[in-house]
């Protein structure tokens, strides 16, 4: 727990995209794996910071922090904590994976997908991210996507139609 709480402060003391921060970002990735690292990471409000990292910093980031961010993205977005988390409006998280998800690296696609997913278990998100357009851009992505994010994507707006909020235990 303490290696956690060290780690989540030393990326957000970190300024700018240094060895160090890209570091702690992988170590924080793997242990968000596990249950109890993860909810020390939402309590910590990890979502948040990284919502603002991809939001403000996106052209300054190594293709290693965008991947390792947004895995460890879907990793918290799994558990309902996280799930509240990214309801937060300031977080702008759809916002964030909105730019994201025509991303040219596979990975970062396939973990803004997964994120996508799991958060549209969420009506509140479902109902912003139809205001933000996300159907049109993601049926124009599936027109243009190879057969893997095409069938990615169907589940991603099958679940974004979805009438009632999902009761997904964590």
């Given at each position: ?76 977005s799994l558990?309902?904590?996280g799930k ?87």
């Amino acid at each position: 727990a303490d290696l956690v709480e060290t780690l989540v402060k030393i990326l957000k003391g970190e300024q700018g995209d240094t060895h160090l921060r890209q570091n702690a970002l992988g170590a924080l990735q793997k242990f968000s794996l596990r249950r109890k690292p993860q909810t020390i990471m939402i309590q910590l409000d990890l979502i948040k910071w990284i919502s603002a990292v991809l939001r403000n910093e996106a052209d300054q980031l190594t293709d290693y922090s965008i991947e390792y961010a947004t895995a460890l993205l879907m990793n918290l977005s799994l558990r309902d904590a996280g799930k509240d988390k990214c309801e937060e409006p300031d977080i702008q998280l759809l916002n964030v994976l909105n730019d994201l998800v025509e991303h040219e690296n596979l990975q970062v696609r396939t973990y803004v997908n997964g994120t996508l997913y799991s958060i549209f278990t969420r009506k509140k998100l479902r109902e912003e991210a139809k205001e933000l357009g996300m159907p049109e851009v993601l049926q124009y992505l599936m027109n243009q996507s190879d057969e893997q994010f095409q069938r990615q994507i169907q589940y991603i707006l099958e679940q974004l139609n979805t009438q009632d909020d999902l009761n997904q235990e964590e």
